[in-house]
């Protein structure tokens, strides 16, 4: 693979911007690999994702992000994010009891599936010491009551510092996070949620889909806000049940939609293929 | 296809119910074709649908509704319900302005799909009375608002009367039924609904679900009881939406699987399939 | 909706052809809409689905066409058609004697989900006249014998002109089409095949899959080629199957998938989302 | 749970199998957990699967084995086996380089998610044995060339002796099995193709797919007989892909379809839910 920039825009609706993003590349000699867009008419927003080779580029990663782009980026009011897929970000693995999550995202980092590196994993309980161990990631160990909940993210964050960690992934931590702590990695926290959003909000929802008498079951990965489980939705993602299935069965059967739609949403997290927009995602797919 | 008996039992738990009804059918000359049986082991409950064919059989229908079985349906205290393949039960369409599951309802009704008869068609407007006709059903148009709702109702119930009606079928009636109709036709009412339920009860599924930024759209085939969208459901579907889509392509999307899904539980519903236990559906397949 | 203009180009993969496009455009006062791109980096091919608004645009489609964009279109060799939303295509069904997939489509063109209109009805059998004429559809009875074919297949095209057809869909034809015929209609001819192609190629793929027992069946949208079902593949479904289901099953299950996928295939075709690339489909969803 | 018998039963149909069988559970005081049966009309043939149980009842495990069932077996020409839940059968893996599904599997059988057990995993390659290591389960290397197939193959009968294996899993094996194996085995061992089957049958799957152009990949979980990749299918799953994936995008996604096919396939086989009928499988859910 070659060295890419990948650069995520926003901006409101005009004339122009295509012409002018593809043009700033061309005339300076990039040559694109991929650009997608989406006009959002409604609320007269533009949107999109275009990726670019460096090799024989003008300019470098440092000049592109302190300055090449400003131009255009001014005149037509763009927000944009830069990324260098030579870059590749750290992630953090939290997690609580539950393995499977866990398990599917550390095999898919040992097959470099991800264009990311899981470099830590933090847990409330012990029990997942060994897992880490086999696969030779950090683990650390930080214990959570409803006393020390302050501390306790606070030591967190300066985990997540010293590994330098941009994307925070929720697998099955069965913890709810300070709004303090989800302010510093607005839209960089990612969580399985065990329904099919908005249906099941909170906690058991496997037992109350039962309870409810659902002949399917769902999954959501979302990015993780102040509202619990009201975040962007990432995917979602069914699996069939039936009345012979027991709370039990819903639990066991769940599992595979979680481990595969969580590892989902970070693989396109990581390709920056997700923008949040108000309350949903635009996937560049 | 020959002329069976199918019958669905319900009763507690314990041991030889199996062995008393099939050997009820096996030493009075029956044949049994299929048989199927669930046990709730956390309520102790026993569900069973068993047909067979009447060919031979020593007893008439007339004989075995009166009687032959209740020896062993009074031993178990089983609950049971009798049909018989001849005896094709009709149904109502309830409609108000769309046409789609009309259409499929009729469509499949006209390929003798249903193992029932789609009788006669009562609606709140007479925007489709054209269809009616064009399928040779009888169109009865019944106007409905705040003041008028009891005479209406009253008059519906007549109709279904005159046309012995066992099976209400709501395709997009938009129009909430009173206690009072729903106890007449407990589980004898199928509705559609446009969302995944539990997500999005009530009023404009569609236009929540893509406030909501959700990734898949669902619909909901189930009987009615007196809460709305709450009554047991039969079978539930999903289908994959973008942020590329608008409130009318959920909609338009939307269509296929209202439709589908409906005649799906109406189809499990006239074989006999369905028993609804508490508020979930047993579905024998 | 506002008129626009839809371009489809292929061209050998080169730097700045998405900047020439989009600055065509752009200068020409043309407001971009939607913009899709694919680079196939093995054969090193571009492709590209740009669509725009014609409101304020300098040209007028006929300028476009006769020459505005013709000094870019030879500096890059790109090979590229042009659509304007307002010049609805007319479609021709052929169809035999199964209903559904006419039906399907009469339905959808009647709601006016298609961006184009159903124009003529071809069929080798009288039976479906009647569904024609409820819909209103010129209906044309071409007989067709081994003996007849290449008549036959003259007054078809005849047909096909008189209503100035630019899409052949069979709907269930059941006929193979000469070279000839396949020949004038390249890639514009829409088929629908009752498997999950390459799997059971030809006659009877129901009867097939079932002899192997597969536990999906599947059925494929295709475009027609001289070979037959080996044309570049638009969209595939799959639906369960169970050891319950004897050949008759199959069919009727089947017919779902087959009319979905079908006009799911006409309506990407009609809205120039499809690009016919060495025998594989580039979709730009 | 209670330890139960589980017997798998197929015959010619005729009157009074299931009042016989369930007769002689009760009659022996013996509580039907699960019945289900299947009557292929085509040929006359009747299935059935019964779990009972054994708390209680008359027999034991070894006299029911041996004679208690004889009598009507004999009159009804009943093939049956029977199973006895805590009797965890041993199941072994052959493996070859790719780690995905003994993954799988390991991670499933260190939950207890099987009614069996994974004892000894054999391997034509050294590269897996650090797995086996970790899961704690003895790792046999037998090298394969095309000079020692016999022998090598001899050994590994040696070993599945050995350790008492009745079930063989081949986990991406790549090897094709002598007719002598597979004569041993007869359906007991399970495969995972890498291709919706017929479609794709032998070497690269994936690659022929890509070819072909298709929409859909798919897998296929089936046993192996004398005719490669024409055995008895047991369950089938698809997955979506693009014009945009290469040969490598379908390798990785399809490892998903193969490794939770897979195990979908150990698990219904474990838990006796699957009867081999000519060359289709009834599956009793």
Redesign the interface.
Known sequence: MKNTAIMLLSCRDS??I???V??F???N???????????DF?DGMFFMRIEWELDGFRFTPDEIKNGAFSEIAEKFAIDYRLYFSEQKPNMAIFVSTQD?CL?EVL?RNSQN?FKGNVSCIISNHKGLKKVAE?FKIPFYHVEKTLENKAEAEARELEILQEHDVTLVVLAKYMQILSNRFTDVYANRIINIHHS?????EGARPYHRAH??????I?ATVHYVNQDLDRG???????MRV???D?VADFI?KGR?LER?LLVRGIALHLDHRLLAY??????FE
């Open positions: 004339k122009g295509v012409a002018a593809t043009a590349i061309y005339q000699n990039g040559n694109i690999v991929t650009a997608d867009q989406y006009t409604d499977h398990l095999w599936e086999n099919f959003l908005p249906a099941f309870e409810r008498g659902v002949k399917l769902g962007p939705i990432i995917d979602q993602a069914v039936s009345h012979k027991v066991r595979d595969l108000k309350n949903r995602t635009i996937l």
